[in-house]
């Protein structure tokens, strides 16, 4: 494969994973769909990861490390935002963090991360985008 098919992989791959957040959302599975944004955003971040330094990506699920390693100058929000989305992959994967993520896990505080999502989506796809 070459550059820009892995591009490719992964974003269309991340646009299979957004539709399923949603989904998850809507049938109320809030902390599974908060892990699937995890993914959306990880995937996205390869992507730009693959497009700007090469195409082996670290295996690594921290979205600001992976940010970082991609070249990719942030905020302190932005961030601290990677930070928090990283948490859903842990707090979902591993049981002494799973119980207490699901009590979180209500309609408001999932619609509130799910926008904060869409954000990082939209801005990483920008840059995906771009030449």
């Not at 700007?52 to 940010?67: G, I, S």
Request: some cysteine.
């Amino acid at each position: 494969m070459d550059k820009y098919e892995i591009i490719n992989y992964w974003r269309e791959t991340a646009d299979k994973d957004y539709n399923t957040m949603i989904h998850l959302y809507e049938s109320k599975d809030y902390n599974w769909s908060l892990f699937l944004g995890h993914l959306v955003i990880e995937k996205l971040l390869k992507a730009l990861y693959v497009k700007n330094v090469d195409k082996n990506v670290p295996k690594t699920h921290d979205l600001l490390r992976l940010a970082e390693k991609a070249g990719i100058e942030t905020t302190e929000e932005q961030k601290d935002l990677f930070d928090l989305i990283t948490t859903f992959n842990i707090s979902v994967r591993y049981p002494d963090y799973k119980q207490s993520f699901y009590k979180k896990c209500n309609q408001e505080f999932t619609k509130i991360n799910i926008e904060k999502i869409e954000e990082l989506r939209k801005w990483l796809l920008s840059m995906i985008e771009t030449e």
